[in-house]
């Protein structure tokens, strides 16, 4: 049995996009909390439809009482952190319906929220939306889609 033998058959974790729309490095967000990685690695999308999904299966570990962000954890530990829009929370949930529950178990693609995209523009907030891998830290590899329209469901994570 050779030394690496162990690693074959492993493969990469993946998230999906959360949302539909247009992918942009993280590094382009008008946050420097989300575009200098201070919460974690991961990536952004201009949505262009106001639902979102699971990106993987796991557990919801928090929804933000505002409904703009949920946390959830993968099987494999990730720390996942899907925040819709910037500065949101200051529409204190107005806008914003919340299918998901804590301590949900959840499967990729399951609907976790709704969100009046048109309606968040109207009252004056981007509504890029950052996905996180908070504990991106304890991954060797973590490579995130930087461009491109995505369909919730198709890869935009993935890290090992």
């Not at 993946?14 to 909390?33: N, R, Y």
């Not at 949930?93 to 968040?120: M, P, R, S, T, Y």
């Not at 981007?126 to 504990?135: A, H, K």
Request: hydrophobic letters at 40%.
């Amino acid at each position: 049995m050779g030394l690496f033998d162990f690693m074959k058959g492993k493969k990469d974790n993946e998230l999906s996009a959360p949302v539909k729309g247009e992918c942009i490095p993280i590094s382009e967000v008008a946050d420097p909390t989300f575009a200098e990685e201070i919460l974690g690695k991961g990536i952004a999308i201009k949505p262009t439809d106001g639902k979102f999904y699971a990106p993987a299966d796991g557990v919801i570990t928090t929804v933000f009482p505002t409904g703009h962000a949920i946390g959830m954890s993968t099987p494999d530990g990730a720390e996942i952190l899907i925040h819709v829009g910037l500065d949101t929370v200051q529409l204190k949930g107005e806008h914003f319906n919340v299918l998901a529950k804590a301590d949900q178990n959840v499967k990729k693609g399951d609907l976790l929220l709704e969100a009046d995209i048109e309606e968040i523009k109207k009252a004056g907030y981007d509504t890029v939306t950052p996905m996180l891998i908070c504990n991106s830290a304890d991954y060797a590899k973590v490579d995130c889609k930087k461009d491109g329209s995505v369909e919730h469901g198709d890869t935009v994570i993935t890290y090992a």
